[in-house]
């Protein structure tokens, strides 16, 4: 529905009550405040949704989340470390 304002409280809530899905919590919060161009929080998310993904199962969403970071990085202009975060991502097999 585009209400990205109100979500934002539905996945804490929702990492809080769940935390071994918690990496789909951060990521789809990261999206949500891409899309609301809170950028500087959705580096935080996508940097939380990476520490979640530690083990080689949880490896696709983890180059998701490197890649999506990058998107963020790129809104703010920090070209060296979206670049850097795309390469990651591409290291971890995104393909985008």
């Known amino acids: 529905l585009g209400r990205y304002n109100e979500s934002f409280g539905a996945f804490d809530k929702a ?42 199962a949880m490896k696709p969403m983890g180059a998701e989340a490197w890649y999506k970071k990058g998107i963020a990085l790129q809104a703010l202009g920090r070209t060296s470390e979206a670049d850097a975060a795309f390469a990651k991502a591409k290291e971890l097999g995104y393909q985008a």
């Open 15 to 56: 990492i809080e009550l769940n935390p071994q899905a918690a990496v789909f919590g951060w990521l789809s919060k990261g999206e949500a405040l891409n899309r609301s161009k809170r950028y500087d929080e959705a580096v935080k998310a996508y940097d939380k949704a990476i520490e979640q993904c530690p083990l080689d």
